[in-house]
């Protein structure tokens, strides 16, 4: 397949690495000084927002400005301590990341997450060479709101009729919709329908080469509709 305008869209949690138990451990650490609403459950229905979003959600109220940021500062420094040790990239992404390479397509990290941790993982994973942007979304609203892949195709000088986002949450699919770009649906946190995404994918130990080629053939098809 020749060089095309396609760019890849990564997000990080849940979908590059395996990360749920430790966020969610993380949190229940930090959150150990006062009572909250904080659960397993509501964790996981909430994975994949911001901090910004996803605090007063599980405390129950919206916190002063101080706390907010002590405990965001709290968690996210126990996670990054724990990361290495505690989490693995999921089998076979390293080799779609090297065929998208390989294809001339741009990749960028989108995450929710702070730059900090994104930075942490793809230097602690040896992933970085692979992407031409890092785009934290920390200080934009947070998904399903489109923002931050918008941000990251106007990073990388692509619109978003050519871009594909790889998510493991629904609010991220949502995300990647209203943003006009095709979605897949990586399976794990989240149990997918098939009209839930453009795409399912099962795991990244199938071949990336067929399945690209039905997401131009999408793209393609979207662009002549």
């Not at 990749?107 to 942490?120: D, G, H, P, R, Y």
Request: glycine share 6%.
């Amino acid at each position: 397949m020749e060089n095309i305008n396609l760019a890849v869209l990564w997000d990080m949690d849940g979908t590059i690495l395996d990360t749920l138990e430790l966020h969610y451990q993380t949190w229940k650490e930090a959150f150990s000084d006062r009572p909250t609403l904080f659960s397993r459950e509501l964790f996981r229905a909430h994975f994949g927002g911001n901090n910004r979003s996803t605090v007063p959600i599980y405390l129950g109220y919206e916190p002063d400005e101080t706390y907010l940021q002590q405990v965001i500062s709290l968690k996210e420094s126990l996670f990054r301590q724990q990361l290495a040790e505690k989490t693995r990239l999921f089998p076979g992404i390293r080799a779609w990341f090297a065929y998208f390479a390989e294809l001339g397509a741009k990749q960028a990290v989108a995450s929710s997450a702070m730059l900090e941790n994104i930075n942490k993982v793809v230097d602690s994973f040896e992933i970085r060479k692979y992407f031409a942007a890092l785009v934290p979304g920390e200080d934009l609203p947070s998904k399903p709101a489109p923002d931050i892949f918008l941000r990251a195709a106007a990073i990388l000088g692509t619109p978003p009729s050519r871009c594909v986002v790889f998510e493991d949450s629904i609010h991220g699919i949502n995300a990647a919709k209203a943003a006009g770009m095709v979605s897949v649906g990586v399976a794990g946190t989240t149990e997918f329908s098939s009209a839930d995404a453009d795409f399912l994918l099962d795991s990244y130990t199938q071949d990336p080469d067929s399945f690209t080629r039905a997401i131009l053939r999408l793209m393609n098809a979207r662009k002549t509709a």
